[in-house]
């Protein structure tokens, strides 16, 4: 805090009776002087002037003066002005920044750092204030005077960094401070966002520096200054403020903040040289650390927490005087010039050897680093050397470098500044020798040259193991590589306008470990010529050590080139070291003309946007090319390795390489060491080969050798023999060879070798493939195949067949035979094959692949499709699978190669162990989730970064769920849909949804997200409405949303479908296949099953698929189509289907071919059970009205009890030939599969034609002597009655052996009696759920529907019938609650409990009786306080009690025909401009177990669906039950069809129920999602958190 220490009044007291007989005016001013200079100037020393320092002419002071600037916290202001028109302000601006320690007070912000004109539009401003500590900030006012010709003024954000904290603390506005726009304010409180940037925090050093007092001792050159101690070193940091400094014998002091580098053992100091007196006699240094704090509460340095250190110096810092130094190491020494650490200053001789090739010769200047276990010695420049002209060829120059004592040297840097006219450099190595130590050598024999090698101009070098010398360098080669990792170093500049920049570029990596130190980006491998231009993408390898996983990264331009700013987007960094790619966002200019005016950014990633893979290692990789005439080659090689980990994929040798000419030449051995990914240790087998071009592209290879470092530093090396032609003229013509490892020898670090032959290994096969072109026009091919082989043991690598016993290849209805020498592959899964679509017929149409080794059974590949840019699907490569091989098998050997080769023989067979293990694993069943995505309607609100999401359910919680989309984009104003699969975690409670996009082009505004379960039938909803960007909103990329609304839909029972796809020409299909399902109880809508890529359903595969149905009861029959039209023909041999709850299966075998556009049945297999066809006769009888036929075309589905017969168009009729006449009768026939009882139908027509009006008396269908009977009499018209167009017609004369046999079959199940207690309001209008557990088995929920209100009323039992076919075992527990009526308004329902005495459970064919007591309320889902169910425990057993009141009474009641229920659909229209629309609308309503189907939306007298209207309907249809969803949609008929839809709103007429389904989406063919129908889900209940099922207190009656 600032002094009012009773001492400074008594000076005050004691001036003003000095002076007491001056004026007033000049008393003040006396005083003032005098108490300055007397008390405060002496203590404190320092400018309060804005053209001195740090332009400050406020200071809080402090009573104990020394190291006043540590007693103070710096603030990074950061302002941005927007990008508006006028956003800029000529006021003046003032901040107060307030924390939970006090506040600043109002500050005007003058002095801008590198801005002269501050507050212009699109531009930021930066300051600096130095204030007492303010604790956490909480809140800054930002405003301005009002004043000048353009006072108003847009701010975007004030972002305050604190370095102390290491944050950065974004405050945003997003308004106008003016007088005339917005709501007029000048100023405004601006609250902070959670903390965006957290980075490694700093301490303030404070440094006093004494220039000498000696002839021209100061300097005009910029100094700077890095300190070392025990935890590291700090950066280089410049000294500098608007003072004069650095003046001869004149005292300068500065605060620097920077790491905490422990305890300081020296200071590097020096300057650049530049000025017209940049010579610098320097007396000594005084540096304070403040070490500790005050306390936890009070952030202020004492006195006492302050540590010195002494730096004496008295040198020259200049070339032209003493050895012409200009930076200066020196020994950190307390007061009485003790060293801190007992090291000294030493003298280093340092030996530059430059090689002895042409041209390795440089003019260039060179500098070099040392570092060792002391630190480094900073950038030296090699200037004084013992000869007169350094670096030229096979030349030693030796250099003398002092420094403090590094003790052992680990590795140096060395670089040129490519200056000169030659500036091209092969430095052979290094050696470095210290005052009495043994040298150490640095090994380097590469270019420093931007054309030549890697093209770069600095190398770190690590050191050769101590008492090593050159010629110990072969065997050390990779232990010196592996001291280095390559960094690929990515950057993209933004598309503005001067965007690029021609100045030089310099970035510099700070990682965990260490940092990289400066490195210019210089040569390009994306854009040698031109690089950083506007839009581009630079790619740059950096070889240096590894420093770990990078935490930031600092970016800077040296301001030289016409053109220097620079606008930079990010720059992406792989670590491939450590398998991460990070993203460092910038967005900004790096300019003294744009933005802020800096030439220098610290860019901090994003976690986010990591993208990790596979860690890299480092392998050394020797190829011999033998000696014979021609054997080099000009092709471009590539190397794959096959590893007990994995495989490499290709490597291409010569990438990144200058000089890749000279390599694979006649003779040569050329070693490359790579970084690949971490394949293991144990190589199995690589391949070699090249792409066949360049004028000499055959190659005579004739060994590799491969060599590796295990983890304890023994050194594996592989030796692969060869000694054969890779050309396609030579030999086999094939351009690549597997090869196997002979031997392999074993280095120890100690250089012991011991050689080990592979004794479990695999030998070379011949493999026969068969190639059968199909029998059709056009399907042979004269363009040139190629084949790659999958197996358990590894792939073939891609291999042309070439050489076939057929002149002319590959013709129709040819089997042409090759062979493909290869490692032995295993067992064969796969095959991908293609053509390269040249010559003149390039179509091919392939029938199969047969392939067999010399001791394997063929394996036989079925295709069937065409190979083709303009036929089928379009492909020209395709991948087939083995035929016999399930898809489950296809995908655990995938899975185990992916993991490498693990050998082991088994019965004289080699197999991996790896497939085995996938093989022996237990799958793991995950359950379906469907994320429902509404990303906001403005243009900017989308993206297409790569977005996640994490589902939680208390302390439960998924994974990171990719939501990857084909489209890879979430669009603005758009709903979107992706199916993920993730274990079953629960009811959800909330969810984590995020992306990785840095950009500010990748922010993403969320509306709301809903998230469906299938299995439990309930869909969450977690409204967002929320910035998911680094620059907008609270600057996050992630979100935690908790459910709102939960809707329960009913549960969808799972399925294990296997699909068994035929064995026959032509059978598969590339297709989505559509299933539907039919039970006792109903249907279920169309089941999509992807193709996965057109990879399931190809001829007699095999594929277990998971589906989700709803219980429809035991399955009767399905109906299949395929999804897409215009693909091929589809024949299934079988699908079984596996209910997962209940372990019934139900078999569907078939015979029929699926054909394009059409759908076909299939009847459940198994005894009794007919799947032949049967004749129906349909009968519809048009009334005798005026003017009541239709030209309109009509269709009817018929509702049976083992399903429905599908569409049916009424098209030929056999009694008429102008059909539906009045008073006609007319007579259709189809045959169809046994359909059952037919309950109703459902009939309508299109409205097409001028008579489209049509009264229908009714119909009747005929089926093996029963007549059934649906009578209608009314309208189907868009302009009568109630201007419907379907109508549903129940049944009224079931036949009488039906209804009786419903009424008393006894069926195998459990009966259960419910008793409701005599309490006063005991019963309940709901229904009850209840589901068993035994000791063999347990059901699901199983609902007891209370009808009409009659059963659960007080003080009764009702018997009800669970159709439960498997045994449970003895019933041990039982779950009963209670759940919604759905035609109960739970909200005006005053009873939401029930109070339970007892269930009563008993099998049908048992002779016992489980009583489970319950005597417990139980109450609706979400009532305050209440259990919703509970788990009961076995009470006692007792003999079946066959004359319980309920049993009498019985459980089943004679089913009456289907009641129709007339439905109110009201639809609203959004008040938006060209809302309304013309279109002709329809709308499906879906139930639990049946549909409306598709109804349109017709009303004669009115303008229908107009802007901001409600359009109301009725519709009669059978009951529903609970209404789960629907779909509406339109014809995109009429002049105006774009329609923007507000909500649905669906009422049940018989009890009021009303159901809103909101929209707010448009539907149309150019807006929104472009799609002209929506599936709508209805408004959830509000969630709450699940209640444990632990038994609580009785809840109190209602």
Known sequence: MATTVPTYLLHLLLLLMKFATLPPRLLLGTLFDLYWNTFIQS????????????????????????????????????????????????????????????????????????????????????????????????????????????????????????????????????????????????????????????????????????????????????????????EGKSEVVQLDNKSDNFERGQEDVFKIECRNVGEVHKLRIGHDGKGAQSGWHLASILLYQAVEKLGPKDSRWTKDSLKKYYFTCNRWLARSEDDGEIVRELLATDQDGNPILDIGMITYSVTVQTSDILGAATDADVFITMFGEHGDSGERALRKSDNINKFERNQADVFSVVAVDLGVLSKLKIRHDDSGTSSAWHLDHVVVTADGAAPRVFPCQRWLATDEDDGQISRELPALPAGQTMADLDRNSLYLAKQLTTYHVTVYTGDLFGAGTDSDVFLQMFGEVEDSGPIQLKSCKSNSINKFERDAKDLFFVECADVGKIIRIKVWTDGSGVGSDWFLESIKIDMPSLGIKRTFPCEDWIGSSESDGTLERELYPIAEADKCYRESTRWELTFVTSDIRHAGTDAKVWINLFGDKGRTGKIVLEDGQKDKDKFFERGSNDVFMPEIPDIGTRLIKVQVGHDGKGRGDGWHLDRVMAKCLDGDGTALTYTFPCARWIDKGEEDGQLQVDLLPLSVVKTTSDGKEVTEENTVTLKNETYTVKVLTGNKFGAGTDANVYLTMFGTLGDSGERKLAKSENMNKFQRNQVDTFTVDCVELGDLYKISVREDDSGAGADWFLASVTISGTAENEVVFPCEQWFSKSKGEKKVKRTLYAKGMSMNEVEAAEKAAEKGIRLTEVGGKMVNENTKEEEDTPEQIDIKYIITIETGPEDDMGTDADAYVILKAGDEETEELSLYQFDDEFKPGLKQEIEVEAPDIGELTSIMIGHNGVLSEEGWYISNVAVTVPTTGARYTFPCERWLARDRGDRKLSVELKASTVQDFGALVPYLLNVVTADKERAGTEADVMVKVFGSKGSSEEIRLPSKGGTRFVRAMDVDLRVEVPDVGPLTRIRVRLADKGKNNWLFEKMIFKNLDT???????????????????????GEGVSSDKILYKITVQTSDLFSCGTDANVFIILFGDKGDSGELPLRNSTENMNKFERNNTDVFEFELLSLGVIRRVRIWHDDSATMSSWHLDHVTVSVEGIEYRFPCAKWLSSRKDDKNLSRDLACENLPEETVAEEGGKQQEGYDVIVTISNRKEAGTKHDIWISLEGTLNSTNKLELENKGGRYFNKGTSDLFFLPVTSDIGTPTHVRVGVTPRDNVDVDKDPIKQCHLTSLIVNRRSGTDEFVFNCNHWLSLPGTPGRKSYRKLGLTTTQPLNADHPARVRGALSVPSPPTLIKYLVQVKTGDKFGAGTDANIFITIYGKTRDSGKRALKSSGSNLFERNELSTFELELEDLGVISKIRIEHDNSGMGASWYLEAVYITNTTNATKITFPANIWIDKKKGDKELFKVLWPEGRAFEEPLEETEGEEPEQV
């Open 1143 to 1165: 372990e019934d299966e139900y078999e569907f075998n078939n015979t029929q071919v699926i054909e394009k556009g059409q759908h076909i049945d299939v009847a459940v297999g």
């Open 43 to 230: 203590e404190v020393d320092v400018w309060l002037a804005d053209d001195e320092d740090d332009g400050e002419t406020v200071r809080e002071v402090f009573a104990d003066g020394e190291a006043a600037l540590l007693r103070t916290t710096l603030y990074k202001i950061k302002i941005k002005t927007g990008d508006l028109m006028n956003a800029g302000t000529d006021s003046d601006v003032y901040i107060c920044i307030f924390g939970d320690k006090g506040n600043t007070g109002k500050i005007k912000l003058k002095d801008a750092i590198h801005t002269s004109n501050k507050f212009e539009r699109d531009r930021t401003d930066t300051f600096n204030l130095e204030r007492e500590d303010l604790g956490k900030l909480e809140k800054l006012t930002v405003g301005h005077n009002g004043e000048g010709l353009n006072s108003g003024w847009y701010l975007e954000y004030i972002e305050v960094g604190v370095a102390s904290s290491g944050t950065n603390i974004i405050f945003p506005c997003e308004k106008w401070l003016s007088k005339h726009e917005d709501d007029g304010l000048i100023e405004r409180d601006l609250f902070p966002v959670e903390d965006t940037i957290k980075y490694q925090s700093k301490i303030p050093y404070q440094i006093e520096i004494t220039t000498s007092d000696v002839s021209s001792a100061g300097t005009n050159a910029n100094v700077f200054v890095q300190l070392y101690g025990s």
